[in-house]
Each structure stands twice: as structure tokens, then as C-alpha cells.
């Protein structure tokens, strides 16, 4: 764990001082290379690695952008609505792989990210975010942010199967909740 808030340390001083600004809904590609320790038992990368690589890319773009000042600055925060991720072929030890990340839409609370993690052989897996930013113990309206970062779209259309993909979610936990209370 120490790792994760060291390198969002890294990421923040980096975008803060160092790297050049991006729009928010420009795509952010990160190279990386699977190290000795992302990798369970020693030779495929961990499931878990593709979580924290889909954090540090949304990171770099929330303190690369006008989103940090927007958002965190004003003491909003991002947070998860859901998070799922489709694994296609496995990463290998030592092989140079890309996570791409792209906004896929928004609406008046939640915005989709798709995470693309490729190697030179194609796609090794997708992983979808739906989150939003909170703040007094309420999500915010995503308008006002996103247009003063600079954006004059209020909405950018969802994409049908991404919300097909978190649509029973709700109904998922109310379930599970109902059959846990008997």
C-alpha cells in the first residue's frame, strides 16, 4: 500500500510542476512495463495491478487538468459508483504493456471512463468506471465543473452498452441486501 501513495505522491508532483496540462476529455495513454512485483507468482501481472494502474492514469488526469481545481481544491471528491473490468488475455512478467484512458460520457451526476490496457499483441483487457464527486455527503452536479474547466457540452451521451454494463448494479445490492436481512 505504501507503493500506491507513493506513487500518487509522484503523480501529483509531477502534473503540479512538471508535466504539461490536458484537456478532460482528451485521451491519456501511460507506457508502463509489468514489474517482478505487480505480478502473482512471479510471472503473470495480478488482477489487482489493473485497479491500481486504472487509478494512477484517472489520477494523472484529475491533477494534469482543470478538474483538480474545480473539484478537489473546493473540497469535492471523486468517488466510485462502480467499477468493472474484462480480462482478455493475461499480461507477462517484464512485458511492456499501454493503458489508455478515455471518457466515454456523462449525465447530470455520474461519468464512465473506459481503461484500456494493450501490448503490442492487441488488447489484454477493458476496465469500466462509473463515478461521480461528492461533497456534504451529496453527489454534485457535474455541470457547473465541467464548465468551468472549460467545457461547453453539459452532456456527452453515454453509450448504450456501457450503461447496459451498470444498469442492475442497484437492483444487484438491494437483492443481496434483502436475502442477507432473512
Same mark, same amino acid.
Given at each position: 500500500? *505504501? ?7 509522484? %503523480?501529483?508532483?509531477?502534473?503540479? $510542476? ?26 503473470? +501481472? ?25 473539484? $478537489? ?6 468517488? $466510485?459508483?462502480?467499477?468493472? #473490468?474484462?480480462?482478455?488475455?493475461? %499480461? ?52 457547473? *465543473? $465541467?464548465?468551468?474547466?472549460? +467545457? ?9 452498452? #456501457? ?8 437492483? %444487484? %445490492? ?9
Amino acid at each position: 500500500m *505504501i507503493y500506491y501513495w507513493l506513487h500518487l505522491i509522484y %503523480l501529483y508532483i509531477g502534473a503540479r $510542476f512538471f508535466w504539461s496540462k490536458v484537456d478532460i476529455t482528451s485521451n491519456q495513454v501511460n507506457h508502463r512495463r509489468v514489474s517482478l512485483f505487480d505480478c502473482d507468482a512471479l510471472k503473470y +501481472m495480478a488482477n489487482s495491478r489493473y485497479f491500481y494502474y486504472m487509478d494512477f492514469i484517472r489520477f494523472e488526469k484529475l491533477f494534469r487538468s482543470k478538474l483538480y481545481e474545480n473539484s $478537489f481544491k473546493k473540497g469535492m471528491y471523486p468517488v $466510485f459508483g462502480a467499477q468493472k #473490468i474484462i480480462y482478455k488475455k493475461p %499480461l507477462k512478467r517484464w512485458t511492456a504493456f499501454t493503458v489508455t484512458l478515455m471518457l466515454e460520457g456523462w449525465d447530470e451526476k455520474w461519468y464512465y471512463h473506459k481503461h484500456i490496457f494493450s501490448n503490442k499483441n492487441g488488447i489484454c483487457a477493458i476496465g469500466y468506471t462509473k463515478a461521480a464527486f461528492w461533497k456534504n455527503h451529496k453527489l454534485q452536479d457535474l455541470a457547473p *465543473i $465541467f464548465k468551468n474547466c472549460g +467545457m461547453t457540452e453539459t452532456e456527452k451521451k453515454i453509450p448504450s452498452e #456501457i450503461v447496459h454494463l451498470f444498469e442492475n448494479d442497484q437492483q %444487484l %445490492l438491494k437483492h443481496k441486501i434483502k436475502n442477507n436481512s432473512k
